[in-house]
Every structure is written in structure tokens, then in C-alpha cells.
């Protein structure tokens, strides 16, 4: 389908094709986004911004493979879309042949479905409406509590793009999206102390965010459940993820499974595919089809149509997650999967169980709820996991005592393993989702 778009995909396609490439394809992005942050009576800020970026990339026939060159840019004159090209094709043949290199071998999608990644109603922006959301969402923080006593700020974002793809294979096509978000940062302080936390609710649409005044009211709770917060003592025990965190785990999981980190041996699921790697409750999808996922797309960045792809199945490693390249260093078939620069996830998420995280704080006699992680202490090539992590301690099936500046650590096979409970508390807050989950045993490094 032509757009105003194609003409841009076009010239750049054929100029490269001109210059010597023998397979070509051509990407662009188009944003426009809007940003408010009020805090306390006052607007901070109020920022609109559009861009575009036209990425290029080119590979020449050689022996033993292909040769590949890759450029951005975001000049979409006809003078600077022909120059790049021309560079883009100069740039490939200077690289070292690859034999994985180069377009798919076919298997381009055929239809672009309605994934309803965003509603037209949203635009164009209600400038006044925004601000109004921002406004509603700091008062309703600030009067929680006495104790409230300052803020991060409170916004609405919203962001819409258009996306447009084609490639010399014969492929074109386009769709748009949107994401939209509330966020909340309160500051609770109580003589000295002052304890930050925020909250946010993010939708592809306006009409499905939560209300300014909920996202306000849970921020400022969030935060003054963090006043008198410690360290606690070094110990093993039953830890649960909030649904937020949780989600974490699942790109660790990502990291292994990325066919770039499987062809590099840079994980150490290499060659696991079939084991059991997890406990028998987990079943984590990755589904670019997802009606109104936030990693919804209806073709991935060379144009093949995404799909559901599992990737735990009871435990069971069940598949990698390839694009071409990757599939071909590993003589597999792409899932659907690219990027543009190498293997990406779309909606992720492990499927959720029944009850609630209060059920699951119920049924803990003693443990840590991880409301916050801090830190990247996670090794993809060995499995280790170590991270700063921030919550509530657990006593007799009741949240206790705030707790800060500790760790939680492990081997995230060990980790997954060790799940023995799953709420049912599934949260879309980004192209990443998990419920609540707990497992049974963990290092807490505390004092």
C-alpha cells in the first residue's frame, strides 16, 4: 500500500540498486510526540517534538558472500536520500563478504492486519486535556498524605509514529502506532528521611489509561511505604517479584534466547534446546500479533510477518527467537523476529496463574516482596544473577518493615526453576509483562 512514505523508500531503493547493490532495503520512522511535566501549582515543562530517521542498508554480491553497509539519516531531501545511498552501497563494499548476509530468502508478509495500535481519536493533541491530566495526577499525590511532602513531577506523554518499510525484494509497506503514559513521582519525607517512588500507566490508546487521580494516589503510597526502610540481615529465603520486576526475569530470559546471543555462545542456553529450564507453571510467548500489545507489529524489521512464538512451554525450552541473519549463521528459519540491527522481542510475558499478590504475601511466613530493582548484574553467558533490589519484608503472611540497599542473588536457571507460585496479576506496562511471582529460594544479601 502507497503512502506518502513510499516515494522516500522508493528513491532511496532504487539510487542503492544504481550504485551497485544487488539486494537493498530501506527503513523510516516518523515521530511526533508530547511531553508535559507539572510540579506542585507549576507547569515545568511542555515539550512537542517531531523526527524522522531513513536507515539504509545495501549488500553487493561477493565471493563467499555478501558485503554489507548500513546508514541513518534524517535529511529526506532528494540530494541527501541520493547521497546516503550512494555512501550506503560505497560503505558495503568495504566490508569482508559474509555468507549470512543479505534480504530474506522470501516469506515476505502478505497482509498488514489492524493490531489497533492506536486510536485516530487521540489526535490531534488536546494540548489543554494533557496538561489537565498532569495537574489532576500531582494533586491527587500531594494529598494523600502530610508526609507527601515534595515531587518528582507529575506527566502525560503521548507519542505517535508512523513506520514504513520496503526492500528491493518487492516489499512495501507501512503502519502506525501510538503509546501514551501517566507517570507519578512523589516524595515522602518524614523528619530527615525522604523516600522517592512513582507510578505509572501506559495504554496504546488514551481511553485505556488509568485514571490521573489513581496513578497519583498509588505513587504517593508507593513512596510512603518506603519511609524507615533498612537493610536487612544477610539470609536465604522465599522472594516475590511484584508484577513490574518480575517482568525483568523475562528479558534476562530474552538475553539467552536471542539467536544473536545463541549463534555468539554468549548464553548458556546454548544447545538446551527441549531441556526443562524452568518450573512447570511457566509458559512465556513472545507475540508480535497481540491485539493492542505494546510490541505489536504486524512484520518485523525485514518485512516477514510476526507470529506467537513460545518460548517456555511448562518449563521446556521450547524455541530461540532468530531474524535472518542469525537463523542462517544457525541453519534455522527466522521467527519473525528482526530488529533491524540484530534479534528483538515483541509482546513478551509469561502466562499468569490465579489470586492476587496479596494471596501470595498470604501464603509467605516469612520473605521479601521486590517492589524496586537496581543495577545490571546479570551474566547472559554464565546465568548469574545479582541485583540490587528494594521492597518489604515479609513476617507471618504480612508485609513488616521497608527494606533497601540489599541484594537478591542466584543462577537464573535456579531462579526459574524455584518458581513455585504465579499470581494471576498479569500487567501490560510495556512490551514486557509478567504477573506477581514468588520463588522459593534466594540469596538476600543484606547486613
Not at 209 to 226: C, F, K, Q
Not at 294 to 322: H, K, M, V, W
Request: proline share 4%; hydrophobic share 40%; aromatic share 6%.
Amino acid at each position: 500500500m502507497r503512502d506518502a512514505s513510499s516515494s522516500v523508500i522508493e528513491r532511496a531503493l532504487d539510487r542503492m540498486r544504481g550504485a551497485g547493490a544487488d539486494q537493498a532495503d530501506a527503513s523510516l520512522v516518523e515521530d511526533e510526540s508530547l511531553a508535559i511535566r507539572v510540579r506542585a501549582d507549576e507547569i515545568e515543562f511542555v515539550k512537542q517534538a517531531t523526527g524522522r530517521s531513513l536507515r539504509l542498508r545495501a549488500f553487493v554480491a561477493a565471493s563467499g558472500g555478501r558485503r554489507q553497509g548500513a546508514t541513518h539519516t534524517s535529511d529526506l531531501s532528494n540530494a541527501a536520500i541520493d547521497r546516503m545511498a550512494e555512501e550506503t552501497v560505497a560503505l558495503a563494499r568495504a566490508t569482508a563478504a559474509d555468507p549470512a548476509a543479505g534480504l530474506p530468502d522470501g516469506g515476505f508478509a502478505s497482509e498488514v492486519p489492524d493490531l489497533e495500535l492506536f486510536d485516530p481519536a487521540d489526535r490531534p493533541w488536546k494540548l489543554e486535556e494533557r496538561i489537565e491530566a498532569a495537574r489532576r495526577i500531582e494533586q491527587a499525590a500531594l494529598s494523600v498524605d502530610p508526609r507527601i511532602s515534595n515531587s518528582g513531577g507529575s506527566e502525560a506523554r503521548s507519542r505517535f509514529s508512523h513506520l514504513s518499510y520496503g526492500n528491493t525484494a518487492g516489499f512495501l509497506e507501512h503502519y502506525s502506532r501510538a503509546s501514551h503514559a501517566l507517570v507519578s513521582m512523589p516524595i515522602a519525607q518524614a523528619g530527615d528521611e525522604k523516600q522517592g517512588d512513582y507510578w505509572i500507566s501506559r495504554s496504546l490508546t488514551l481511553s485505556e489509561l488509568a485514571e490521573p487521580e489513581s496513578v497519583g494516589r498509588t505513587g504517593a503510597e508507593r513512596a510512603l511505604r518506603r519511609l524507615g526502610a533498612r537493610p536487612v540481615a544477610t539470609c536465604e529465603g522465599p522472594v516475590i517479584f511484584e508484577s513490574r520486576v518480575a517482568a525483568s526475569l523475562l528479558a534476562h530470559l530474552f538475553a539467552c534466547t536471542s539467536g544473536d546471543a545463541i549463534y555468539r555462545k554468549s548464553s548458556f542456553l546454548v544447545d538446551r534446546l527441549g531441556d526443562r529450564i524452568g518450573s512447570e507453571t511457566l509458559n512465556v510467548i513472545d507475540d508480535g500479533r497481540r491485539r493492542a500489545g505494546p510490541g505489536s507489529r504486524p512484520y518485523d524489521a525485514e518485512g516477514l510477518p510476526t507470529r506467537r512464538n513460545p518460548i517456555l512451554e511448562q518449563g521446556r525450552l521450547a524455541r530461540y527467537l532468530f531474524d535472518s541473519y542469525s537463523a542462517r549463521k544457525l541453519g534455522a528459519e527466522s521467527t519473525g523476529s528482526s530488529g533491524g540491527d540484530g534479534v528483538t522481542l515483541s509482546n513478551l510475558w509469561l502466562e499468569p496463574g490465579t489470586g492476587s499478590l496479596e494471596s501470595l504475601i498470604e501464603d509467605t511466613p516469612r520473605g521479601l516482596l521486590v517492589t524496586e530493582m537496581m543495577g545490571f548484574g546479570f551474566n547472559p553467558v554464565t546465568g548469574d544473577y545479582s541485583r540490587g533490589a528494594g521492597g518489604t519484608w515479609i513476617e507471618n503472611g504480612r508485609l513488616a518493615q521497608p527494606v533497601q540497599e540489599v541484594t537478591v542473588a542466584g543462577h537464573l536457571e535456579q531462579m526459574l526453576g524455584a518458581v513455585d507460585a504465579v499470581a494471576g496479576d498479569l500487567d501490560w506496562q510495556g512490551p514486557v509483562a509478567s504477573p506477581s511471582l514468588r520463588i522459593s529460594r534466594m540469596t538476600i544479601g543484606g547486613v
